[in-house]
């Protein structure tokens, strides 16, 4: 520090404010491998959504309360605005646009469309990334699973009876 204050960067920051600078990180996301510089601090949300211009997981409330950001690291589902991008370094990660295969939706993409499981359609992609963990999960067996395990994806158009019936009828498919 200078006898006028603490050195700024270009943004009028000061260094400790700006953070030890942009690290690399290689993230694999729906299969491809992306090399990426970026701030330590940066989110997997925004990585996603800033970086890689994969959009389909939202950002919702960017502070782990709505689930519009739900994306699978290794087949776990996790709010990627929680996570850190850093952290994902050799995990597979994977997003709704990836959920789709040769072309062909998932059962759980056609049964939100044939229940008619949302409205404004934001939560959606979280909801349905959820939903497909949760049954992997075993979690689904009645609707009180289905209500608890879904408790951490809001959805503000209330479309949570439809979301319901579009689980249980992938779950009932198997
Ligand atoms: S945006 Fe991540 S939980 Fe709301
Ligand atoms: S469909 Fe609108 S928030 Fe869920």
């Known amino acids: 520090m200078s006898a006028r204050g603490p050195a700024l ?15 690399r990180v290689t993230l694999s996301v729906n ?7 970026i701030e330590p601090r940066v989110s997997l949300l925004d990585a996603l959504r800033e970086h890689l211009h994969l959009t ?3 950002k919702g409330c960017d502070q782990g309360t709505c689930g519009a950001c739900t994306v699978w690291v290794d087949g776990a589902r996790v709010l990627a605005c929680l996570t850190l991008a850093m952290t994902c370094e050799g995990r597979e990660v994977t997003t709704i646009e990836g959920l789709a295969e040769g072309g062909e939706l998932h059962d759980m993409q056609r049964a939100f469309i044939a229940e008619d499981a949302f409205q404004c359609g ?3 992609p979280g909801q349905i990334m959820s939903a497909v963990a949760l049954l992997k999960e075993g979690h ?17 158009c209330a479309a949570y009876p439809h979301i319901r019936a579009a689980i249980r009828a992938v779950r009932d498919q198997a």
């Open 31 to 37: 299969g491809v491998e992306h090399a990426l510089e």
């Open 140 to 156: 689904a067996a009645d609707d009180d699973g289905i209500k608890e395990g879904m408790s951490g994806n809001i959805c503000r």
């Open 122 to 124: 934001y939560c959606t």
């Open 9 to 23: 960067t270009e943004r009028g920051r000061t260094l400790e404010e700006r953070g030890p600078g942009p690290v």
């Open 56 to 58: 389909g997981a939202k």
